[in-house]
C-alpha cells in the first residue's frame, strides 16, 4: 500500500526471516521486472487493486508455478464494467449512478448488485469481509474472483511467520492459528521424525498425512493438538 507513491512495507514485520526475494507492487512492471517470476512459488501480500491485479497476471499460465494471496482481512470486490460500461461513469440515470437516492441508498443498491453479479465470495474460496461496504476502499477486479475460483490464485489467509525460504500462513478468517498452511522445512521434517524415535529413509519417498484443526471449536483443538 502507500497512497499512491510511496511504498510502505508492514510494520511491524512479519516475525522470522525470508530467504527469498521480495518487493513492493510499487516496483512491480511485468512477471520478469523487478524480478523474475516464472516458475516460482510467489505470495502477493494484500487485497487492494495492485495485488488483486497482479496476482491476477502472473498466474496465468506457464508463468508461475503457484501464487498465493496472502491479506490481513477479506475486502469488498466490485466488477470493472457494468452494463458494459465502467463502473465510475454509469449513466446518472442508473440506479447505481443515480445521486438522487442519497448516499446510503447508493451504497446499498451497490451492495445488493455486487452480491447479485459475483455472487457469495465464499463460493469462489475467498472469505466474507467483516466490515460493511462503505467502511473501506472496495477493490475493483472482474479477474480475480474467477482466478480464485478456478485455483489459479490460492487464498492463503494472513501471513504468521517466515521461515527461510518457507511462509506460514495463519488462517484470515480466526485470526488464532487454527488453520495453518505450512510446506515444512525438509529438515525439520526429518528431524521430527527422529524425535519420535524412528529413523527416515532419505532415498524413499515419503507420504505426509495433514490434520484440519476444527475452526470454532476451541476444546475439539486442544485434543487435536
Not at 527422529?194 to 484443526?213: K, N, S
Amino acid at each position: 500500500n502507500g497512497h499512491h507513491w510511496d511504498p510502505r512495507m508492514p510494520d511491524p514485520a512479519f516475525p522470522g526471516t525470508f530467504d527469498g526475494e521480495s518487493f513492493h507492487s510499487h516496483s512491480y512492471v511485468d512477471p520478469t521486472d523487478p524480478v523474475d517470476l516464472y516458475d516460482k512459488n510467489v505470495v502477493v501480500l494484500g487485497m487492494g487493486n495492485s495485488a488483486v491485479d497482479i496476482a491476477s497476471e502472473i498466474s496465468r499460465r506457464g508463468i508461475t508455478k503457484n501464487t498465493y494471496l496472502a491479506a490481513r482481512r477479506a475486502a469488498w470486490i466490485i466488477p470493472n464494467y457494468v452494463f458494459g460500461r465502467p463502473l465510475d461513469t454509469l449513466p446518472t440515470n442508473n440506479p447505481l449512478g443515480s445521486s438522487k437516492l442519497g448516499h446510503k441508498l447508493r451504497l446499498k443498491a451497490l451492495d445488493v448488485f455486487v452480491k447479485t453479479a459475483f455472487g457469495d465470495m465464499t463460493r469462489y474460496g475467498l472469505p466474507a469481509p467483516q466490515h460493511p461496504f462503505s467502511a473501506a476502499h472496495p477493490t475493483v477486479s472482474s479477474e480475480f474472483p474467477v482466478k480464485v475460483g478456478r485455483g489459479d490464485v490460492q487464498w492463503a489467509g494472513n501471513i504468521k511467520k517466515f521461515m527461510g525460504d518457507q511462509v506460514a500462513f495463519a488462517d484470515g478468517k480466526t485470526g488464532d492459528g487454527a488453520g495453518i498452511h505450512v510446506q515444512i522445512p525438509v529438515k525439520f521434517f526429518y528431524d521430527q521424525i527422529e524425535r519420535t524415535g524412528h529413523t527416515p529413509r532419505m532415498d524413499e519417498l515419503m507420504a505426509v498425512g495433514q490434520v484440519f484443526l476444527p475452526r470454532t471449536n476451541f476444546g475439539a483443538q486442544e485434543t487435536c493438538r
